[in-house]
């Protein structure tokens, strides 16, 4: 069963003329977490997310560099979450 947590943004992305203003994301299996060190996550350190989210949301990598960084940390926690149990 797959896990998805949805997080609304404070700013929206703009994606051609489609508007994304919440994101799904999925709980990450363990291949999704290659080459990631799981501390650097729940550090919530931006290049792991970087890596990280594309992975397991709607987002790419160019849309993360574009996030809000209260945007960011929302979705950095609601992953801790997931890593939690």
Do not use: Y
Request: aromatic letters at 2%.
């Amino acid at each position: 069963m797959t896990t998805l947590n949805t997080v609304e943004l404070k700013e929206p992305i703009t994606r051609g003329k489609k508007t994304l203003d919440k994101i799904s994301l999925r709980e990450p299996r363990a291949g999704e977490l290659r080459g990631l060190e799981l501390m650097s996550i729940v550090r919530m350190d931006v290049n792991s997310l970087r890596i990280l989210l594309p992975r397991i949301s709607e987002l790419n990598a160019n849309e993360v560099d574009q996030l809000h960084p209260a945007d960011l940390t929302k979705l950095a926690s609601e992953i801790t979450v997931f890593l939690a149990g």
